[in-house]
């Protein structure tokens, strides 16, 4: 039914070029939330709704490091991505027909801000995806179930969330309900028993609802 996809099927254009870029200003810039090779130095570069930081903003370019997320989009063209080293998750209402500004933020009390859990310990509404310097998976990953619901892979905090919709909101709230790996909303030890997780990479939920996740470590 996508006019992109005749007859269901989706072929290649490796010659295709991309037709949007998110997070940054053009298409010849990698920097973190603007800053790279430290121009901002000593002051780390704050986020904002038009920004992302996938690589450390020390380095230079890609070349030099980066991170792996997977994204989803829902039923309405939305699509949520998880900005890596800025701990938190946006969502970018219908991109494609709409502009490249991220239009709401989960994990962050703002999208200002960028510290793993706020610069605190785990709650129900903060995230840690990014381990310090040279320490840790550099992976996350976030979905969004039949319901509505946003399931993150809350990576550094070795759990998963769950940020349930909310018909009033007409979206995911900003806190979650269910937590996998840990046995409240307040802890993030890791572990190998089978309710317990060590660093969660990404999370799939199937039509029946069985959640698939890829436990990292």
Known sequence: TDIDC?????????????DIVL????????????D???????????PTATTLCGV?????????????????TDPS?????????????LRYDDP???DTVA???????????????EGGTPNNSNLCLAPPPGLGMLKSGVEIDLNGNLWVADTQNNRVLRFPWEPILGRPGPT????WGQPDLSSKTSGAGLNQLNKPTSVRIDDGGTVYVADGG
Request: hydrophobic share 30%; aromatic share 12%; glycine share 8%.
């Open 6 to 18: 005749p007859d269901s099927t989706c072929p290649i254009d490796p010659d295709r070029p991309a």
């Open 176 to 179: 979650a309900d269910l937590v």
């Open 56 to 72: 450390l903003w020390n380095q230079v370019s890609i070349s030099e490091g980066g991170s792996a997320v997977t994204m989803v």
């Open 96 to 98: 494609f027909n709409t």
């Open 23 to 34: 997070g940054q200003p053009n298409f010849n810039t990698s920097a973190c939330n603007g």
């Open 77 to 89: 063209g939305n699509l949520y991505v998880p900005d890596f080293f800025n701990n938190r998750i």
């Open 103 to 117: 239009d709401y933020v989960w994990g962050q009390p703002g999208f200002d801000h960028k510290e793993c859990n």
């Open 36 to 46: 790279s090779a430290f121009q901002s130095y000593p002051n780390a570069p704050l």
